[in-house]
Structure formats: C-alpha cells, structure tokens
C-alpha cells in the first residue's frame, strides 16, 4: 500500500498500489467523447479510493487522516463495475452505471 494523500480539494485518498496503470487507463477513457470537457489537463490523476471529503474542514481532515494512519489500512478489491454520479448533497445519485468484464 503507498498510503494516504490529501487532494488538492481537500479529500482524503487512500492510494492504490497493484493495477494503478490500469485504473490510469480506465480513468482515460472515461474521460474521452462526451465527457472530454471536464478531463483536468492541468492536474494528473491519481488512482485511489476516496475515504472522504473534508472541504473547508481541516480539522476533521487532520483527525480523520490520523486515524486513517493508525488503522494501517491494507485492501483488495476487484472492479467489475463502474457508476457515473452526478455529484448532490448526498452524493448518491447514479445517472450511469456499466458493468464488464475483467480479463
């Protein structure tokens, strides 16, 4: 595991260390056609697995991200499928989702 990371809008990362250049890849062709716009030209994309979102709360940041480190966080996980959310209050609402296979 490489560890934690803050971002640069303030959410806490969990970095991804096995596939990275897969999920580069996947994350780059999400981010063709339609969608194209808001690819971030100017920031690279780092693969990861958000833990949370501390916007204007750095306090709670720092607390979240020392207990983060105190756990030792350690996970395996496959992606099978993948959901296109458009961001509300309670960031819940999938617009899209896909599923495929893995080879």
């Not at 999400?30 to 990861?48: A, Q």
Request: glycine residues 6%; charged residues 30%; aromatic residues 10%.
């Amino acid at each position: 595991m490489k560890g934690l990371q803050v971002s640069w809008d303030e959410y806490l990362f969990l970095l991804i260390n096995k596939g990275e250049a897969d999920v580069v890849r996947l994350h780059d062709e999400i981010y063709t056609g339609m969608l194209s716009e808001y690819r971030d030209e100017v920031r690279p994309f780092i693969p990861h697995v958000t833990l949370g979102a501390f916007s204007g709360r750095i306090g709670e940041y720092a607390q979240a991200f020392e207990e983060a480190e105190q756990m030792k966080l350690g996970y395996r996980c496959m992606l099978d499928r993948l959901h296109l959310i458009k961001i509300n209050d309670e960031r819940s609402q999938i617009i899209s989702s896909r599923e495929f296979l893995l080879k």
